[in-house]
């Protein structure tokens, strides 16, 4: 299996692009918010053990799509350095274990551009976060510009770029069909 990680900051675009790539090579997409959303549904996001909930799901669902030999699939993550690095390194390890490899997007725009982002009508169909005020703490509290350490990532700053450019880029880069 090709599991392709598309990562980077609230409003970058994550999600839209891996509709783009999802269409152009057929594969499964499995976006951070699916999770977000069910655990959301059960317990508040402050509770002290939803990051964990999260990430078990998570987890569980990519080693099950590389169990079965999915040939493809597309996550979405909103990846926090260092914090972030031993879920990565876990993902990593649960993939290959099934013989699959990971392939690394980073996507990042200007702040500015992620500000205006953040407004869209598009973010209210998950809890996403859709002010600049939560914009703004969040990239005060975490460091989601830093690509994932010690693996080649395409870095991709899609301030002036379409989804469908930034899909084809990816498909290009990784030869994905």
């Known amino acids: 299996m090709k599991l392709i990680l598309v990562y980077g900051p609230p409003a970058v ?3 839209t692009v891996a ?8 594969f499964r997409l499995f976006h ?6 069910l655990v959301e549904s059960v317990i508040s996001w402050e509770s ?3 990051g964990s909930e999260k990430a078990k799901l998570y987890l569980q669902m990519l080693e099950l799509a590389a169990k079965e030999k999915t040939p493809g699939l597309i996550f979405t993550y ?3 350095y260092p914090d972030d690095t031993k879920f990565i390194n876990r ?5 290959k274990k099934y013989d ?8 990042v725009c200007s702040k500015a551009k992620l500000m205006d982002r953040v407004m869209e009508k598009s973010r209210g169909k998950h809890l996403k976060i859709s002010t600049k005020k939560t914009l703004k703490k969040v990239l005060g509290q975490y460091d989601l510009f830093t690509e994932v350490p010690k693996k080649h990532s395409l870095s991709i ?7 469908k450019k930034v899909a084809q880029m990816i498909v290009e880069h990784y030869k994905l069909v």
């Not at 509709?19 to 057929?26: A, D, P």
């Not at 951070?32 to 959303?37: C, G």
């Not at 993902?91 to 993939?95: F, H, R, V, W």
């Not at 699959?100 to 996507?107: K, R, S, Y």
């Open 157 to 163: 700053d899609n301030s002036e770029l379409s989804a």
């Open 32 to 37: 951070n918010h699916l999770v977000s959303d």
């Open 78 to 80: 909103c990846y926090a």
């Open 19 to 26: 509709n783009e790539l999802q269409k152009i090579t057929g």
């Open 91 to 95: 993902i990593i390890k649960g993939i």
């Open 13 to 15: 675009g994550k999600l």
């Open 100 to 107: 699959g490899e990971v392939l690394f997007v980073q996507m």
């Open 48 to 50: 002290a053990v939803f």
